[in-house]
T-cell receptor
């Protein structure tokens, strides 16, 4: 069975500061990993995904994440936070062992607050 | 291209009532999913479908039913509403092919349901 743990349900940063949102996964086989963002009263939007092509993955809006197998981590970072980054962020894992790798297991989410 | 659309946006039900949440996608995706989102719990998969006429249970299927008669539509039925079904419901779709197993899911804007 696969699982995802997001450390910190709430993270607050100042505008211009580094954003670091943590995600650790558990999977019996090499996983596919995703980060989604949810703005207030909206659905989820894909930020980036890891599919084993490269361990450092770049996404939209300046976000990137690094897959570290030894640490079973896939932390999300952005060098400089902007007010528009305030949202809830979800890490998700898909198990390649399933026939079609179609089902995602989500973490509980991290709400990012950006202050002036 | 509307993507994934859901209706209604909001609904209040009395205990024991029934309703259908509608979901339509215009991207010709073969896979569709229903999730529920509860505060601090992330998203939980209710049901999913890998094509017209084929559905399967997810992690939390009790109290719900689905059907998939067309590629575009994937309605979710609540037969006897209970307060535990108060949640935000998201429909999602994705396109799977053997050459692209790590397909991402596209989400609708959600339906906020309250059962009192």
């Amino acid at each position: 069975a696969q699982s995802v743990t997001q450390l910190g349900s709430h993270v607050s940063v100042s505008e211009g500061a580094l954003v670091l949102l943590r995600c650790n996964y558990s999977s019996s086989v090499p996983p596919y990993l995703f980060w989604y963002v949810q703005y207030p009263n909206q659905g989820l939007q894909l930020l980036l995904k890891y599919t084993s092509a490269a361990t450092l993955v770049k996404g939209i809006n300046g976000f990137e994440a690094e897959f570290k197998k030894s640490e079973t981590s896939f932390h999300l970072t952005k060098p400089s936070a902007h007010m528009s980054d305030a949202a809830e962020y979800f890490c998700a894992v898909s198990d390649r062992a399933t026939g079609t790798a179609s089902k995602l297991t989500f973490g509980t989410g991290t709400r990012l607050q950006v202050t002036l | 291209n509307a993507g994934v659309t859901q209706t209604p946006k909001f609904r209040i039900l009395k205990i024991g009532q029934s309703m259908t949440l509608q979901c339509t996608q215009d991207m010709n995706h073969n896979y569709m999913y229903w999730y529920r989102q509860d505060p601090g719990m992330g998203l939980k998969l209710i049901y999913y479908s890998v094509g017209a006429g084929i559905t399967d249970k997810g992690e939390v299927p009790n109290g719900y039913n689905v059907s998939r008669s067309t590629t575009e539509d994937f309605p979710l039925r609540l037969e006897l509403a209970a307060p535990s079904q108060t949640s935000v419901y998201f429909c999602a779709s994705s396109y799977y092919s053997p050459g692209q197993p790590s397909h991402e899911q596209y989400f609708g804007p959600g339906t906020r349901l309250t059962v009192t």
